[in-house]
């Protein structure tokens, strides 16, 4: 399929400066330059009411989805918009094919960090950070949590893909198109399908481990001095128990990337849903510090 954008001629241009650069030196120019663009997801636009039959609808979600913007971000796809980047290697703008063949690139590099496998559709997505997104990209970021902190612990929950799945647009809309026995019989189909084997859509232990919110802040300066001059951030909260909204817990609710500046100090930045809705850059310490009284929040999890 595809994709809704290409990227920018703006952007390409600013891209260009960092030609020859590390990949970690291009995470911290790209990210920068992206900073200040609104908050904001992809939603489907697909009218799904032609479909009638469960295996048609699961059929359609399983070969399409693969969009992406760069006029707005919500905090995952920033993460892989900056790292789809930073590991596409050089561009030369001098032509347009040249152009053209870096943005390919960039497209393959951007699937093989949002679906499984490269298979660029919903129902391949890492749609789970802990369980998905993290161990699908394994061959690019590596989990150094333990290593930051020397009292390591773990975030645990169980993540009930199937019960999440049936709660998501477009599937829910189109349960919600039948009544009573009939829409038990799709629900128990669908269940079906997209637990198996193929889809993975079941119930999964999850364990994350991370450095605690509390030990940070007692000493934020050791913390830093151990984090790397780039990483990814995630924020922990064992066991949030979300099942009522969207099905399922979830042990990770934020992405971000860290930037370690020349005087040692580390920014976050991110997209935010809070304030102006943009993507932000903030100084780690103070976002972490305004979650001291989170009954949730408990630490971050590091990848580098």
């Known amino acids: 399929m595809q994709s809704a954008a290409r990227i920018p001629d703006l952007l390409l241009t600013k891209v260009v400066t960092a030609n020859g650069k590390s990949k970690s030196a291009k995470i911290v120019q790209y990210s920068e330059i ?148 009939q829409k038990q019989k799709i629900i128990t189909d669908i269940t079906e399908i997209v637990t198996s084997d193929h889809y993975g859509y079941k119930e999964t232990p999850s364990v994350v481990p991370y450095i605690r919110l509390v030990d940070y802040l007692q000493d934020p300066a050791v913390y830093e001095q151990r984090l790397p001059y780039v990483a990814i951030i995630n924020i922990v909260r064992p066991a949030w128990d979300l099942e009522a909204i969207i099905g399922t817990q979830l042990n990770i609710s934020h992405q971000g990337i860290l930037v370690k500046d020349n005087d040692g100090y580390i920014k976050m930045r991110h997209a935010s849903t809070t304030g102006l809705k943009l993507v932000v850059e903030t100084p780690l310490f103070d976002y972490l510090e305004a979650f001291k009284e989170s009954t949730t929040i408990k630490g971050f999890n590091i990848l580098a």
Do not use: M
Request: hydrophobic share 40%; with cysteine; proline share 3%.
């Open 34 to 181: 992206l900073l200040g663009l609104p908050y904001g997801s992809i939603t489907y636009s697909q009218d799904f009411s032609q479909f009638n039959r469960v295996e048609d609808l699961l059929s359609f979600i399983a070969s399409s989805e693969f969009r992406y913007k760069f006029d707005k971000f919500d905090c995952v796809t920033y993460v892989e918009t900056v790292l789809a980047l930073a590991i596409s290697g050089d561009i030369d703008v001098s032509s347009d094919g040249k152009r053209d063949e870096f943005i390919k690139v960039f497209e393959d590099n951007l699937k093989k960090i949002r679906y499984r496998n490269s298979q660029d559709a919903y129902l391949y997505r890492n749609h789970f950070t802990s369980i998905d997104w993290i161990p699908n990209n394994s061959w690019l970021l590596q989990d150094i949590s333990n290593e930051i902190t020397e009292w390591p612990v773990q975030a645990k929950c169980l993540i009930k893909k199937d019960t999440w799945l049936l709660k998501q647009a477009p599937i829910n809309d189109f349960i919600s198109r039948f009544i009573n026995e």
